[in-house]
C-alpha cells in the first residue's frame, strides 16, 4: 500500500526512546522522515529501504548528524512519509545504532570529570558562511568553554530558533541572504530579545551601518577574524562577554533615534585650551549610550569632551568617525598624547594608562593607544589629574557596565568640586557595576541616557 506523502503522526511518547523509533522505521521499509525536537535543538533523519540514508542537524550531514541527534536524551518527533534526493550515510543501521551508543557512552564518562554543559553558555552563531560556521564553534566549545546550542544561515532561520529557545548570547553577521543581519536583530530586539554581537569586516566604506547596529540594540562588536592574531582576540572578547552575560538585562535596553547629520561647513577647528572638561566612562552597554550622548550635547567652545569606552580592539577609529558624522564638536581618536582644547571631543579605549597633564598652561591627555594592549585603563590615575586640573569644572559620567576601582578617583572628583553623573542603573545593559559605584554615594544625580545631556547643557 502506498501511502500519501506527509500523512503520518506528530507527538511524544514518555519512556521511548530515540533507538526505537530509528529500529521501526528501518524495519517498516517505507520512505520515511523523522523529525526530532529536543530542548535546543532539531534534526531530521531520513530512511529508504530499511536503512537509514540521510541525516541533518544544523550545519552537519550524515553520519555525524546522525550521531549528533541520538546523543539528545529526550524531546518530540513527527514521522511522515517522505522521501530525499540526497544521501549522505552508506553504513548500515545496525552498525549506526552500536556506533551511537558508544559515543554516548564515551560522552557521560567525560561530563563526570568536566563541566556539567547544563551550566555552560549558550551560544547561537548566526552567519552565511560554512568556514566562519564552523571556526566559531570550534573557537566557543573548545577555547571559550561555551555550548553552541544552534547555528542558522540567515536572518530567518536566526528568528525562528529564537521562537523556541533564547541563548545567552547571539553572534551576527551582517550580510546575509534571505534577511539581512540589521533587518533580523530589528526583529530580534522587538520579538525575543537577547544579546547580540555583530561580527562584521570593518573598513571605511561601511562603518556607519556598521555603527548602526550598535543603535539597534547590539550589546558588542568584534570584527570578524583575518589572521591567527585576531582570533586570539575575538576569543577573548567574547569570553569576556560571556563572563558578564547572565547578568545582562537586555530588556533595559532601548533602541537609540535616528541621528540627524551636523553640517561639517559648520564644524569650528578647536584653538584654545579647553576650561570645562566631561570626561565619560562607559563598559559593557555604553556604545550605544554614547549615541544618545555626544550627537544631543549642546556646543561650548570652553569645553572638551573626553570619552573613554571598552570596546573591541580597532573599532575606535570608527566609532569616533561616526560620532564626528553627529555633533559639532570635532570628535577624532586619542593619540599618544593630545592637547585638550575647547570644542573638541576626543575618543579612545579604555585600555593602557591615561593622564591629564599642564604642559606650557594647556592640558594634555597623555598615554598610548594601543591594540594590543587589553589591561583596562587606571581609572583612578584618570580621575585624580582630571580632577587636579579643572576642579569644578569637571563633570564625569559613568555608563552601563563601567569596570574597574575608582573609589578614590571619585573622592578626588567631589573633594575638587566635580560632577558624578552616573546612568539609571534600570536604563544599564549591565547595571551591577553602577550598583556598586551608587553604593559610595558619591554622585551628584542617576539619569537615564535620554536626560544625560539635556542634564549637562545648562551646568556648562
Not at 88 to 108: G, K, M, P, V
Not at 298 to 309: G, R
Not at 328 to 334: I, L
Not at 343 to 366: A, D, F, W, Y
Amino acid at each position: 500500500m502506498k501511502h500519501p506523502v506527509g500523512s503520518g503522526f506528530v507527538g511524544e511518547i514518555e519512556g521511548l526512546g530515540l533507538v526505537d523509533l530509528v529500529q521501526f522505521a528501518c524495519l517498516a521499509g517505507d520512505d520515511r522522515k523523522l523529525s526530532v525536537l529536543s530542548e535546543d535543538n532539531r534534526g531530521v533523519l531520513y530512511f529508504s529501504d530499511n536503512e537509514i540514508v540521510h541525516a541533518e542537524f544544523g550545519e552537519l550531514s550524515g553520519e555525524e548528524a546522525f550521531y549528533r541527534i541520538m546523543s539528545w536524551p529526550s524531546g518530540t518527533f513527527s514521522m511522515l512519509f517522505a522521501s530525499t534526493n540526497v544521501r549522505t550515510i552508506d553504513s548500515s543501521w545496525n552498525f549506526l545504532l552500536l556506533e551511537a551508543a558508544r559515543r554516548i557512552d564515551e560522552q557521560y564518562k567525560d561530563k563526570a570529570t568536566t563541566e556539567d554543559d547544563s551550566q555552560l553558555p549558550k551560544v547561537l552563531v548566526v552567519d552565511d558562511s560554512r568556514f566562519f560556521t564552523k571556526a566559531f564553534i570550534k573557537l566557543f566549545e573548545e577555547q571559550i568553554h561555551a555550548q553552541v546550542v544552534g547555528t542558522a544561515t540567515n536572518g530567518r532561520e536566526a528568528l525562528k530558533f529564537l521562537e523556541m529557545q533564547v541563548p545567552d548570547l547571539v553572534t551576527l553577521d551582517m550580510t546575509m541572504p534571505v534577511m539581512s543581519g540589521d533587518v533580523a536583530l530589528k526583529h530580534i530586539m522587538i520579538r525575543s530579545p537577547a544579546p547580540v554581537v555583530l561580527v562584521s569586516n570593518f573598513n571605511d566604506q561601511h562603518y556607519s551601518r556598521v555603527m548602526d547596529f550598535m543603535r539597534y540594540g547590539c550589546v558588542d562588536l568584534v570584527a570578524k577574524p583575518t589572521s591567527p592574531e585576531s582570533w586570539n582576540f575575538i576569543g577573548q572578547r567574547l569570553q569576556y562577554l560571556l563572563l558578564n552575560v547572565k547578568e545582562f538585562c537586555v530588556d533595559n535596553v532601548s533602541r537609540a533615534k535616528q541621528l540627524k547629520p551636523v553640517d561639517p561647513e559648520i564644524k569650528k577647528q578647536p584653538e584654545k585650551k579647553a576650561e570645562k572638561l566631561l570626561l565619560i566612562l562607559g563598559g559593557l552597554g555604553g556604545m550605544l549610550e554614547l549615541q544618545k550622548i555626544i550627537p544631543a550635547l549642546s556646543y561650548d567652545s570652553d569645553m572638551a569632551v573626553l570619552v573613554l569606552q571598552n570596546m573591541y580592539p580597532g573599532i575606535v577609529q570608527f566609532l569616533s568617525s561616526y560620532l564626528d558624522s553627529f555633533t559639532p564638536y570635532a570628535t577624532k581618536t586619542f593619540l599618544e598624547t593630545n592637547e585638550v582644547l575647547g570644542g573638541q571631543c576626543l575618543v579612545g579605549n579604555c585600555h593602557g594608562k591615561r593622564e591629564i597633564i599642564m604642559s606650557e598652561g594647556i592640558p594634555v591627555l597623555t598615554g598610548p593607544e594601543r591594540d594590543d594592549d587589553l589591561q583596562l585603563i587606571n581609572t583612578d590615575s584618570l580621575l585624580h589629574s582630571a580632577a587636579d586640573i579643572f576642579g569644578a569644572a569637571l563633570t564625569v559620567v559613568f555608563l552601563s557596565g563601567v569596570d574597574q576601582d575608582i573609589k578614590e578617583g571619585m573622592e578626588a572628583v567631589v573633594t575638587q568640586g566635580g560632577k558624578i553623573i552616573l546612568q539609571a542603573p534600570d536604563s544599564c545593559l549591565l547595571p551591577r557595576s553602577i550598583e556598586e559605584i551608587r553604593s559610595l554615594g558619591m554622585e551628584e544625580c542617576c539619569l537615564k541616557p535620554e536626560e544625560i545631556a539635556p542634564y549637562i547643557n545648562p551646568l556648562f
